[in-house]
């Protein structure tokens, strides 16, 4: 498939830049996966949606503050009392990293700009010398390996110095409100770097309504990273080579995935994130007695029209970019022409897009 079979049009006006100011505000589309047909709802309305039977599967990764600016301190120290204007100007260039996934203890990959310039061996300092990593190794599109001085604590350091990584189509800097906008009500697990944006719109008082109803709620762990922000480069969709984000699953989520599909009730994912997951799972468990089994592992499962999902249902989610993988990810959960119908409806009724905007239930 051509990526441009999954293009749309969206004045920018229609971004949402900042959150509403009640979560649960958000405008739901219903989208109805059979038929293709839609209703305009809002969130609030969600769990009076619902059969009564459904597994709700959430992603409760916590966002880090993952967006780090520092400087470059140069591969070896300028001997005392050297001066050299050039060299000092390109040891002040503020550099950009932002965290996208724990290789080990004190080693991230990490997106870096400007990141041509700096070799293997390269030191970063952040703050007044808090922090300090060193490049590693270098991959394309400005990926680069980091290994941090982790003398004092990493994550109490990232929390001082870090921004909210807000997505690129944001056009704003980060403000104080986002460390806990851009961040579920249930975030509580792993080292995220960006928000399972369908998640920000529930509420402690939609999840008691949700419990009050007797639905069941289950919890896995993805670690959003690159997958979300990397556009698809290939020529043809079926080429494009997501990256693989580490994932969680615990003995009693699986058990109740599978005690769910035993019982023929839906498996509601909350997020893209979930849907990976679970089929990422599945697909590893591929001949196995049960549909998943709890574990670590890393997804690498691409979905996208013509690969079959044995295990979701249902999905909220919200609205995703033109040529992406997520909103390929969708139309193979409904069909490319469905979702596109849908989205054009959204536009013209206003829907707010994206990270902070509205979402769809499609079931």
């Known amino acids: ?18 959150p509403l100011a009640e979560r649960d505000a958000s405008r739901m589309l219903l989208l109805n996966r059979a038929s293709g047909t839609w209703e305009d709802r809002t969130f609030r309305e969600f769990p009076d949606l619902l059969r009564g039977d459904e597994l709700i599967v959430i992603n409760n990764a916590r966002v880090l503050p993952a967006r780090l600016f520092g400087h470059r301190a140069g591969v070896n120290a300028q001997p005392v009392g050297h001066t050299n204007p050039a060299r000092d100007e390109f040891l002040q260039t503020v550099i950009e990293v932002l965290l996208l996934r724990q290789l080990e203890s004190c080693v991230w990959e990490a997106l870096v700009r400007p990141g041509r310039k700096l070799p293997v061996g390269e030191r970063i300092v952040f703050g007044d010398g808090e922090l300090e990593a060193q490049v590693e190794g270098r991959g394309d599109y400005g990926l680069r390996v980091l290994r941090f001085k982790c ?26 409100l986002d460390r806990e906008r ?26 008691r309504r949700l419990k009050e109803r007797g639905i069941e709620i289950a919890e896995i762990t ?38 769910a599909r ?25 001949g196995g007695p049960e549909a998943v089994c709890g574990g670590r592992a890393e997804a690498s499962i691409f979905l996208y029209p013509g690969k079959p999902l ?19 990810l969708v139309a193979a959960f409904v069909g490319r022409d469905n979702v596109l119908r849908a989205y054009r409806h959204a536009v013209e009724a206003g829907y707010r897009f994206y990270s902070y905007g509205d979402c769809m239930l499609i079931r």
């Open 310 to 328: 044995g295990v979701v249902d249902q999905l909220v989610t919200n609205f995703h970019l033109p040529r992406s993988s997520l909103l390929a």
């Open 1 to 18: 498939m051509d990526p441009s079979e999954f293009d749309y049009e969206l004045p920018s006006g229609s971004i949402a830049q900042r």
């Open 151 to 176: 003398e004092t604590d990493f994550h109490d350091a990232v929390a001082r110095l870090g921004h909210i990584p807000l997505p690129p189509y944001i056009k704003r800097p980060d403000e104080a």
């Open 182 to 207: 851009y961040q579920t009500v249930y975030a509580r697990e792993g080292n995220a770097v960006a928000a399972p944006t369908a998640g920000l719109h529930f509420t402690p008082e939609v999840l």
């Open 262 to 286: 035993r019982e023929n009730r839906p498996v509601l994912a909350v997020g893209t994130t979930v849907v990976r997951t679970l089929e990422d799972a599945a697909d590893k468990n591929s």
């Open 222 to 259: 993805l670690d959003v990273g690159l997958g979300t922000f990397e556009p698809v480069r290939a020529e043809r969709l079926e080429e494009h080579k997501i990256h693989a984000e580490g994932y969680q699953i615990s003995e009693s989520t699986a058990a109740a995935v599978n005690r």
